[in-house]
């Protein structure tokens, strides 16, 4: 540890008791807590506004561990939730939790699942009645994959529609402008002027 003359030199901590690696580690620690730890903010006269405050630094840090770990739990959860999509297992039971019926791996429920939500009767705005959907008796009724097709179709239809009209306007536009250069080229070639001097 270099001193100035006359300065706190190793062997003066060591005759006073004091190991100069502490004071280095202190000074370590000091520096991380001061670049990495909260601070308590302050507004312009300098009194504590009660909100606790990340360094920037520690922000950056903090945000970057994040991903990594993020990273770190996909590599690590992905082949177990793998596993349990393939062999996980739930079987029917009855409102008592009695088991009745098949047992079901988690594809099949998730495909059954589809198949009652594809065909569930919805109303013209695509709702069910347990969704709030219009249960009048003369409200037309059909399945849902009925629905979201008609929608599909519809937005398919109005994009096309908008495509091809944005398309037409460019093609009228630029055919008007050419006809109207062609008009005032002809005009323009067929105007004669008289010049008369006035003697």
């Known amino acids: ?34 670049a990495m730890g909260k601070y308590h903010a302050r507004d312009e006269d300098g009194w504590d506004t009660g909100y606790v405050s990340e360094t920037e630094l520690a922000k950056h840090v903090h945000a970057h561990i994040d991903k990594i770990a ?79 097709i008609r929608q599909h179709f519809q937005y398919t239809m109005q994009t096309l529609c908008e495509q091809l009209m944005a398309e037409a306007n460019k093609q009228i536009a630029g055919g008007v402008e050419a006809s109207v250069k062609a008009c005032m080229t002809s005009i323009l070639q067929n105007l004669k002027v008289d010049v008369k001097v006035k003697a």
């Open 1 to 34: 540890m270099a001193s100035e003359p006359g300065g706190i030199t190793p062997e003066l901590l060591r005759a006073i008791g004091i190991d100069p690696a502490t004071i280095r580690d202190q000074v370590i620690e000091s520096i991380v807590v001061r």
């Open 70 to 148: 993020a990273v770190r739990f996909a590599e690590m959860i992905g082949p177990v939730a793998a596993n349990v999509i393939e062999n996980a297992t739930f079987p029917t039971t009855n409102s008592y939790g009695e088991k009745k019926g098949p047992t079901f791996t988690l594809r099949e429920k998730l495909e059954e699942r589809a198949k009652v939500y594809l065909s569930e009767k919805v109303d013209s705005d695509g709702r069910a009645d347990w969704e709030g959907g219009n249960s009048y008796s003369g409200s037309a009724k059909h399945p849902r994959v009925v629905h979201l």
